[in-house]
Every structure is written in structure tokens, then in C-alpha cells.
């Protein structure tokens, strides 16, 4: 996708200043990204509106990163999935979707935001 089609992504984490401040740096940067402090309701918004990314914390109280994905994919078989963690135990939940047939990039917590912008461009071919 070139910088000219504006692309539009979901940014997912329970902690809002973290998701609030991934979004921001995402318009800053000409995309068209929304937060979510809950997972839910990200795939609630995507019915009416898919995303061309999801960008999502692992590990949430109400459903995990990789669940989130799994469900956003089967809903939006073309939304790409950028999942970002602090957390080690979610190479287990990694495992798991692979055994599903799920490959999904991970990043590590904190992402600092030229990581952000190249692993937009590298794992999904987004152009920033």
C-alpha cells in the first residue's frame, strides 16, 4: 500500500496512554489510526469499517492480542496484524496460533516509534 491510500489502523491496548500515544504517533504520520482500550469493541468498529492493520497488545484482560487477531482475521481476511508485547509468556500464545495457522509479527514493549514505522513498512509493505 503506498503513502498516497490513506491506511486505516486499529491500535489495541488495555492501558490507554499506550494505545492513545501509538495512535497519535501513527497520525503524525498520516495514518488513519484509532484507538481501542478494549478488544472487543475493536472488532465491533471493524464490522462497519475494516482496518487495513491491527496493531495490538498481547496480553489483555478481556481477550489476548493473538485472539484479537485471530477473530479480526477471520473477520477481515485482508487486515494485516502488527501484535507488540513486555510480556515473555506470550511466546507459548504465539505457538499456539502457529499450530492454528496463524504467523504473526511480534514486537517488544516499549516500541519505540521509528520501530513502529519500519516494522509498518517491513511486516505489512504499508509505506510510511
Known amino acids: 500500500m503506498s503513502k498516497n491510500q490513506t491506511s486505516r489502523i486499529f491500535v489495541v491496548d488495555d492501558e490507554r496512554v499506550i494505545a492513545e500515544t501509538l495512535a497519535l504517533i501513527l497520525?503524525?504520520?498520516?495514518f488513519a489510526a484509532t484507538?481501542?482500550?478494549d478488544p472487543l469493541?475493536?472488532?465491533?468498529?471493524?464490522?462497519?469499517?475494516?482496518?487495513d492493520l491491527l496493531i495490538s497488545d498481547v496480553m489483555m484482560p478481556?481477550?489476548?492480542?493473538?485472539?484479537?487477531?485471530?477473530q479480526m482475521k477471520e473477520q477481515c481476511p485482508k487486515c494485516k496484524i502488527l501484535l507488540f508485547s513486555g510480556?515473555?509468556?506470550?511466546?507459548?500464545l504465539l505457538v499456539s496460533a502457529r499450530e492454528q495457522g496463524y504467523s504473526f509479527h511480534l514486537l517488544s514493549k516499549p516500541v519505540h516509534p521509528t520501530d513502529l514505522l519500519r516494522a509498518l513498512?517491513?511486516?505489512?509493505?504499508i509505506v510510511c
Open 121 to 125: 513498512t517491513e511486516e505489512t509493505g
Open 62 to 70: 478481556q481477550l489476548s492480542g493473538i485472539h484479537l487477531a485471530i
Open 27 to 30: 497520525q503524525q504520520s498520516g
Open 87 to 92: 510480556c515473555a509468556d506470550t511466546v507459548d
Open 35 to 37: 484507538f481501542f482500550t
Open 41 to 51: 469493541e475493536a472488532l465491533i468498529s471493524a464490522r462497519s469499517d475494516a482496518p
